[in-house]
């Protein structure tokens, strides 16, 4: 066969590939050949015909690499390359003068990526196993990482006749078949490799067609799959070296006419629609806001904030009294530059802020921690002073580059499922696209403030006469500021309870002294919204009262008045308030009790409200951008037989410290981790679960700091960690012996956990996959949702190393001596 006789001159074929852009080449190809037979020359030609194509192939080794992967662009096509590719590469580009097929199987078989490490790691099928890779561990869900499909494949067995060459020919069967590729059941007896060349007859078919093939189909073995040990999985690539359009018409309409009686593959649906789920569960929930760099000019201008229930509190704390962003002038092009001049693909920075009120209006006063510690004559005096205001907030800032073509991820369904899918596939709308065509870099914001932060900064002495001094981090305003887009993610509707449109009278008590009237605009049984003729001075976490006289007058059974509520937001115009139900204590509260039934008794009556998007499709060109680059650590907190445990893990574009500590004790990136020793014994299966118990959805994350200490030089995992985790409000004192320890011998990972509690799972957004799965297989689509369903928190871990470190009164010389004990362990991994 063909294949084996390429296997045997591997060595020939890879000398000859160095040689492929050279102007002589056929004259080098003679005389390297000359000693061949002639069927064995041109077999070799073709090969290196076959690596000479041109391609227009995109790469994208996100999720496929253990580097970290970045924008590349070349002859105008953007790929995704981690700097181990990009070598390869460019290296490969300069041999053959132009993008060939050589070229683009060098970059995807690259020794750093997770196939190649997986394979070498199933070839050393008798060397130990690690502690961790006997531990079947968290699932990895690695974001974004599924991929449209272009066909359907059926399940379908039919006989088949497999020739190895010299191995001989072999009866086998299908798995499976689609246009381009196949996956067949062979005897483990037959070894074959990646990228080996197979011929198979379909006998199975010729028994009842004419196929036209003499001499069978040419297929790549694309993977090896042991399953068992009385057969194997081998996944195939048609060559498409027949050239027969005629077999190729009637394979397409085989499988057609035949899907309903034989099933079709749901793998990659499968798999897209778990991705996604968990996707869905985390970016609402998450507590950093998202915001968008545009190119204006010669300027780079925040130009869009995403919003969610749990970041929306860090866009209103920069707005000043005119609803007017600041972070224009916070996120100067000075500090932009300064900050993309860090090391590392993902920017990372600590900026302090603080405003000042003089004459109704709001002033901000903001410092990084680079800035600090070039001025130290001023470090003390912002700390100090900043630390005593209300106002004082710490952020983490992550900057990172962001691209308009990543707002297109189309369905993970083939396009013959249906007309629809094409409809649904749509690129971004043109409006859409002239917003976010000049985006180049996403910001993340974390407010990383804590109360044992703020004790240690109160306690700088700096000299109040030299207040004036931190004018230097004052900002100004502008009188024309570039304006900042706030677009709220789109998800499921996660209020507890449905919001009906109604008009009625309501006297609100602000205070002792001051109502105000005005008529609700829709209602819930959880809260209200209220229109005022004229503006109100309440303000977002406001308690006021209300009255509903004549709703009163349809019932007795409840008073509708003194009613509790509490301010959730408040219009640019002031007159539009939203409000929530505001318990005092445990008994039921008035207002919810008469709504729940009112809603109950006039469901035919009452109309829904819905909320459409100011731009639609915005919010999800926005959040598909978010999705291909995620760099935080998000982490799933799963529900089974009343039991908390960590269910999933998920891996973004950039991976954390953490995922690379995990990963060191799993070699090969398989698709889980060993998550169980992050966190003290019993705090997920205990503590977390006692804390759910009294905490909702709406609520605000749970924040805790988890101090991790690692010795990398131990070879198990639960003897490399020890962690330690306290309350966001917890004092730091009775962990310093385990700190000052770490930091002297080892190294210190400091993380802030938010957690928090999940709804419903967003079933709409993956509507079309699951009715998909569902067609073909309803027990697989019930087991999907079932699921996500036990996902009942989701967390993210925030790497707050730097700083908390440096709060913790230990010898500098420690601290020091422990970074480069770090820098060396992540160089030892990245090199």
């Not at 800032?397 to 013959?416: R, T």
């Not at 409006?431 to 004790?455: A, C, N």
Request: charged share 25%.
């Amino acid at each position: 066969m063909a294949e084996d006789k390429l296997q045997k001159y591997q060595p020939l074929i890879d000398d000859l590939k160095l040689q492929l852009g050279d102007p002589n080449f056929d004259q080098i190809f003679a005389q390297t050949t000359s000693s061949l037979s002639k069927p064995d020359q041109f077999l070799l030609k073709m090969e290196m015909s076959r690596l000479s194509q041109p391609v227009a192939r995109f790469i994208d080794l996100r999720g496929q690499v253990a580097g970290e992967v970045k924008p590349y662009e070349h002859d105008g096509k953007q790929h995704f390359m981690d700097n181990v590719a990009i070598d390869v590469f460019e290296e490969e580009l300069a041999r053959h003068g132009k993008y060939t097929l050589a070229v683009y199987e060098a970059v995807m078989h690259t020794e750093n990526n997770y196939k190649v490490m997986q394979k070498k790691q199933d070839e050393q099928e008798n060397t130990p196993q690690s502690e961790s890779n006997t531990d079947s561990g968290t699932k990895l869900i690695r974001f974004a990482s599924y991929e449209s499909r272009c066909e359907e494949r059926m399940n379908y067995s039919i006989k088949i006749n497999v020739d190895f060459g010299k191995s001989g020919t072999v009866s086998a069967t299908t798995s499976d078949i689609s246009l381009s590729g196949a996956k067949i059941k062979v005897s483990p007896n037959y070894s074959v490799t990646p990228g080996q060349l197979i011929g198979i007859r379909l006998v199975g078919l010729e028994q009842d067609f004419e196929l036209g093939l003499k001499d069978g189909i040419q297929y790549e073995v694309v993977a090896v799959e042991p399953v068992s040990r009385d057969y194997q999985h081998i996944r195939l690539k048609r060559t498409f070296i027949e050239n027969n359009s005629g077999f190729d018409d009637f394979l397409q309409s085989f499988i057609h006419g035949n899907k309903r009686r034989y099933k079709i593959n749901l793998d990659n649906t499968m798999d897209a629609v778990v991705c996604k789920g968990y996707e869905q569960f985390y970016l609402p929930r998450v507590s950093s806001l998202f915001v968008y760099f545009s190119k204006k000019g010669k300027h780079l201008l925040p130009t869009i904030a995403l919003t969610n229930e749990n970041n929306a509190f860090i866009n209103y704390y920069f707005e000043d009294e005119r609803k007017v962003s600041s972070l224009y002038s916070i996120f100067s092009q000075s500090r932009l530059t300064k900050i993309l001049a860090f090391p590392n693909a993902v920017k990372e920075a600590t900026v302090y802020t603080f405003t000042h009120s003089n004459g109704g209006k709001i002033y901000y006063y903001s410092a990084f921690g680079y800035e600090l510690d070039e001025h130290p004559e001023l470090k003390a005096l912002f700390l100090g002073f900043g630390s005593q205001k209300d106002s004082w907030r710490t952020y983490k800032v992550q900057l990172m580059p962001s691209h308009h073509e990543d707002a297109y991820i189309p369905l993970s369904l083939p396009l013959s499922a249906g007309k629809s899918v094409e409809k649904l596939n749509k690129r971004p709308a043109p409006r859409v696209q002239g917003i976010i065509q000049d985006v180049k870099f996403l910001m993340l914001l974390t407010d990383i403030s804590s109360k044992q932060q703020l004790d240690v900064y109160q306690k700088h002495k700096f000299d109040s006469n030299s207040v004036n001094k931190l004018k230097t981090f004052g900002h100004g305003r502008a009188a024309n500021p570039p304006a900042l887009e706030v677009v709220a993610l789109e998800y499921v509707n996660l209020r507890s309870h449905k919001r009906y449109l109604y008009k009625t009278a309501v006297t609100m008590h602000i205070d002792a002294e001051h109502t105000l009237a005005g008529n609700t605009r829709d209602f819930s049984v959880m809260g209200l919204q209220l229109e005022t003729p004229h503006p109100s001075t309440v303000k977002k976490g406001d308690i006021v009262h209300l009255e509903l006289p004549d709703l009163q007058k349809i019932t007795k059974q409840h008073q509708l008045n003194n009613l509790r509520y509490e301010v959730m937001a408040v219009s640019k115009s002031k007159t539009i308030i939203n409000l929530k139900v505001s318990k005092l204590t445990d008994l039921p509260h008035v207002g919810m009790a008469f709504f729940k039934q009112l809603i109950e008794m006039n469901k035919s009556k009452l109309h829904a409200c819905e909320e459409s998007p100011k731009i639609p499709g915005l919010s999800t060109a926005l959040r598909n951008m978010v999705t291909k680059t995620v760099c935080q650590f998000p982490l799933y907190i799963h529900k089974e037989s009343a039991l908390f445990n960590i269910g999933a893990i998920g891996l973004g574009l950039y991976p954390t410290n953490l995922h690379r500590l995990l990963m060191t004790y799993h070699k090969g990136g398989p698709e889980h981790l060993n998550a169980k020793h992050l966190f003290p014994k019993n705090f997920i299966e205990e503590h977390l679960h006692e804390a759910f118990r009294h905490t909702s959805r709406q609520d605000k994350p749970l924040k805790y700091t988890v101090f991790v200490r690692f010795d990398c030089m131990k070879e198990q995992l639960s003897e490399a960690i020890k962690s330690q985790c306290i309350a966001y409000d917890e004092p730091i004192a009775p962990l310093y012996l385990f700190l000052k320890k770490a930091v002297k011998k080892d190294i210190l990972f400091v993380f802030q956990l938010h957690i928090s509690k999940t709804g419903r799972p967003d079933t709409d957004y993956l509507a079309n996959e699951l009715k998909y799965v569902s067609h073909y297989a309803l027990h697989k689509a019930k087991d999907l949702e079932e699921a996500l369903w036990s996902v009942t928190g989701v967390c993210d871990l925030i790497d707050i190393s730097d700083e908390s470190i440096r709060q913790l009164d230990i010898e500098p010389r420690y601290v020091k001596a422990m970074q480069e004990r770090k820098n060396a362990w992540l160089d030892g991994l990245l090199h």
